[in-house]
């Protein structure tokens, strides 16, 4: 019976920690773009709609994590063509990988409010490490913010098929730009 008691007691610590640093996105507020240089000109869109599960605390960086939904049939762009193009074969693909996933492993403080997020990003059902760097923008009370940047490789995912894979025409550096401001669940 002690040995029961010794576990829970163990792990009261450990869930009111959690259960004080988990965030829920607040939906209008929150955003990913993106960027990519076409035929020599800066262009873009949005992912309009993601989730996440976010435990946070700047002081306790060893027990942060994030898990970032991105439903990839929900994109914008400039041009409307592009946002639909994306969701081809050649592209994104959605009908077969509609999701990307960001899953962090670790975070480290860079100093002053700057951080970063390593973790495992999947598209296309190809997963590699990448590094979210990000400035916590507003930490107390009940909010947070965040503002942040990774960069990728399209190609290394599969992402621009057949053609598509010549960056001549499309560049192979992807930058995603995350604002992401938070509520204490």
């Known amino acids: ?24 996105i607040m939906d209008g507020e929150s955003s990913i773009n993106f960027s990519v240089i076409v035929e020599d ?3 873009g869109g949005e992912f309009t ?24 049939k929900h994109i914008d762009a400039f041009y409307s063509d592009v946002a639909e193009n994306l969701k081809k074969k050649e592209w994104f693909d959605v009908e077969q990988y509609p999701i990307a996933r960001f899953i962090s492993q670790k975070f480290k403080h860079l100093g002053g409010n700057d951080y970063q997020a ?22 107390g009370g009940r909010r947070a913010a965040i503002k942040g940047r990774m ?3 399209r190609l290394e995912y599969g992402v621009g098929q057949g053609g598509w894979r010549d960056v001549s025409s499309v560049g192979g550096q992807v930058f995603l730009d995350v604002v992401v401001k938070v509520v204490k669940r």
Do not use: C, H
């Not at 040995?3 to 004080?20: C, E, K, N, R, V």
């Not at 390593?118 to 930490?139: H, N, S």
């Open 1 to 24: 019976m002690k040995g029961y008691f010794l576990i829970i007691w163990m792990m009261l610590p450990t869930s009111a920690i959690a259960q004080d640093t988990e965030w829920q």
């Open 41 to 43: 000109n800066p262009s």
């Open 49 to 72: 709609k993601f989730s996440a599960d976010i435990v946070f605390d700047p002081k306790i960086l060893d027990q942060a994590q994030i898990k970032v939904l991105v439903d990839l």
């Open 118 to 139: 390593t973790g495992d990003l999947t598209l296309r059902d190809v997963t590699r490490p990448e590094i979210l760097y990000f400035t916590l923008t507003e930490f």
């Open 151 to 153: 960069e990728i490789n």
